[in-house]
């Protein structure tokens, strides 16, 4: 069973900065990303990675300014985000799979394993 559970969520004006974090339980992982829900709209994919290391993924919107990383020894996924926009306040979910999947990599149907979410509020 593989447990995600993130952190570092919080309010923070246009232009600002955050640091989510995802405590991880998770052996035999090959994906972890994180995504962002806002109400009235779908679950959408903002960075993801091998776990193995090496490759990341990235939203359109977001390159540039979020970084996504992982540190093995503390099983720990982050998600650094800088120059954040007020449209950009959802809640954050962590996600993990143990399949391959011929789905992009940020797409939420290849990922079978979520957290609770860490509500991120921009203001403008």
């Known amino acids: 069973q593989v447990q995600l559970v993130e952190s570092g969520g919080g309010s923070v004006q246009a232009g600002g900065s955050l640091r989510l974090s995802c405590a991880a339980s998770?052996?035999?992982?090959?994906?972890m990303g994180w995504f962002r829900q806002a109400p009235g709209k779908e679950r959408e994919g903002v960075a993801a990675l091998l776990a193995t290391g090496g490759s990341t993924y990235y939203a359109d919107s977001v390159k540039g300014r979020f970084t996504i990383s992982r540190d093995i020894a503390k099983n720990t996924l982050y998600l650094q985000k800088n120059s954040l926009k007020p449209e950009e306040t959802a809640t954050y979910y962590c996600?993990?799979?143990?399949?391959?999947?011929?789905?992009?990599?940020?797409?939420?149907?290849?990922?079978?394993?979520w957290g609770q979410g860490t509500q991120v509020t921009v203001s403008s």
């Open positions: 998770a052996y035999g992982v090959f994906y």
């Open positions: 996600a993990a799979s143990r399949l391959r999947s011929p789905l992009d990599y940020l797409h939420p149907a290849r990922f079978e394993y």
